[in-house]
């Protein structure tokens, strides 16, 4: 029994030790599947360790060059801050030189204005010179022709001189042939008084022959003391004649040299005027660059009895005259414009701030101006207006009154407009 015993404990720890046994090589299956997976688990480790040396590798290389890029961006961020200072510098020397610039245009215009009266002026004096030059021409011509008149008459004076003095050379030469002859008779009356001894009567004949020949003798005489008073007269008006013409000469050529003078001083006006213009379009062009080649300008109608929130504006800072600021259910919204003109502003002062985009337009340069913004916001009002009204006139009737009336000043200077309407 005790046998029996054991053999019953030997079986049962031989069951128990097949169980165990059982157990123990199901232990030794799992530790061999958990070795092998060990090992699969290591060589992943190992491949992961040797990926992640590798990212290690290439995440240090990235973070060298992220350092890199950290210091080149540092670099840049110092350069920008010192680009930065230097536009503010550059900015404020900008807005120094566009106050210089605009006081320089105002000067500039004040300068065109000198010079366009001083122009007008040279040339009302010019139009007077040319009337009186051209009297003055009428009056030479005159003079050549009352010149070339006395000139005839002088020719012709002289001719009757030569005449005259022909006829007087004639008369002498008759004089003295008469005086002979009177001599002769004298003599041959005495001859005949001592020799033949004639009657009284053949004296008498001699002697009354002898009186109509000094009588003619005498006429003659008169005529030449005559002839020689008119050809004394008639070289005094022919000395008269000289004089008046060399004063008119003289009056001609003072007066041609002060015409002369008025064309190069007005010569000299007009380039003046010329280089000015050219001096004031570069700088009304620089300073319409320095404001800006687009520009946004915001105006605020007033608010309707239906309408609901509240505009301001900024009174301090950089945004006066710029900015605008609307509050809708208590939250706060800010806007800012190159330009913000309030409710308060009328027609005048909006055109006044882009007239001088209508004088670049009339420069040569293109210029676009339009209105921007939904049904009833006043789009109409700004441009258009009522043309009736001259307070209430928009921008069109403003930039057309501006574009004519330039234009008709600018003719004086010999600029021409042609001007057509486009139809879109």
Known sequence: SQLECKIQESV???????????????????????????????G???EARIAAESSRNELSEELNRVKLEQKRLNDQIKMLQDTNKRLQEYNTSLQQYNCNLQADATKNAETIDKLQKEKNTMVETMN????????????????KSSQSEALKQKNNLLSEVEALRGELHQVRDDRDHKSAEINS???????????????????????IRCD??????????????????????????LKRSNLTTMETMSEYESQKRMLEDLQLRLTEAEQKIVDGEKLR??????ILELKGNIRVFC???????????????????ENIGRGVELMHNTQSYSFAFDKVFD????????????????????????????????????????????????????????????????????????WKYKMQRLQC
Request: hydrophobic letters at 30%; proline letters at 2%.
């Open 299 to 317: 105006r605020v109608r007033p608010l309707l009895s239906n309408e609901s929130g509240a505009v301001s504006y900024p009174n301090n800072g």
């Open 128 to 143: 007077g010179l040319k009337d009186h030059s051209n009297s003055v021409k009428l009056q030479l011509e005159m003079a």
């Open 212 to 237: 109509a020949l000094e009588e003619t003798c005498s006429n003659q005489t008169e005529k030449i003391k005559t002839l020689q008073i008119q050809l004394a007269s008639a070289n005094e008006k």
């Open 44 to 46: 992943d480790e190992k």
């Open 343 to 414: 409710h308060s502003a009328s027609q005048e002062d909006v055109f006044t701030e882009i007239s001088q985009l209508v004088q670049s337009a009339l420069d040569g340069y293109k210029v676009c101006i339009f209105a921007y913004g939904q049904t009833g916001s006043g789009k109409t009002h700004t441009m258009m207006g009522n043309p009736e009204f001259n307070d209430q006139k928009g921008l069109i009737p403003r930039s057309l009154e501006q574009i004519f009336q330039t234009s008709q000043c600018l003719m004086s200077q010999g």
């Open 185 to 207: 008779l004298l003599s041959d009356l005495g001859v005949y008084k001592e020799l033949t001894g004639k009657s009284s009567s053949e004296l008498e004949n001699v002697m």
């Open 12 to 42: 049962a720890m031989k069951e128990e030790l097949q169980k165990q046994y059982a157990s123990l090589g199901e232990s030794l299956k799992k530790v061999e599947a958990e070795q092998m997976e060990c090992l699969r688990s290591y």
């Open 281 to 286: 379009k570069k700088l009304h062009n620089t």
